[in-house]
Nanobody
């Protein structure tokens, strides 16, 4: 599967952005998807994951209550709605696909396919 992330940009602290990740292939619902981010000089970290059906999601503690991940299987797209953004959320955001469809996959090694990343910059 090929993944194309989009929706990044520059936003002020407290603002919102919605990231999208469009997938190719015919078996979209057979994958779980995750969002990861990598800030300058830091390691890539888990942000959120969604199950194959979309019925289960899990989030990193740092974004819980502010970010919401959802998917539209008909459009073969997953989304990350980011509200109440903070400067600490500044990073390149990557979407990724995993064969784990339960909604529990927070490790980089659990993901098979990766998108190219989209930059989110939050100004103070």
């Amino acid at each position: 599967v090929q993944l194309q992330a989009s929706g990044g940009g520059l936003v002020q602290a407290g603002g919102s952005l919605r990231l999208s990740c469009a997938a190719s292939g015919r078996t979209f619902s057979s994958y779980g998807f995750g969002w990861f981010r990598q800030a300058p000089g830091k390691e890539r970290e888990f942000v959120a994951v969604i199950s194959g059906s979309g019925g289960s999601t899990n989030y990193a503690d740092s974004v819980k209550g502010r970010f919401t991940m959802f998917r539209d299987n008909a459009k073969k797209t997953v989304y990350l709605q980011m509200n109440s953004l903070k400067p600490g959320d500044t990073a390149v955001y990557f979407c990724a696909a995993t064969y784990r469809t339960s909604g529990y996959a927070s490790e980089i090694g659990q993901y098979k396919y990766w998108g190219q990343g989209t930059l989110v910059t939050v100004s103070s």
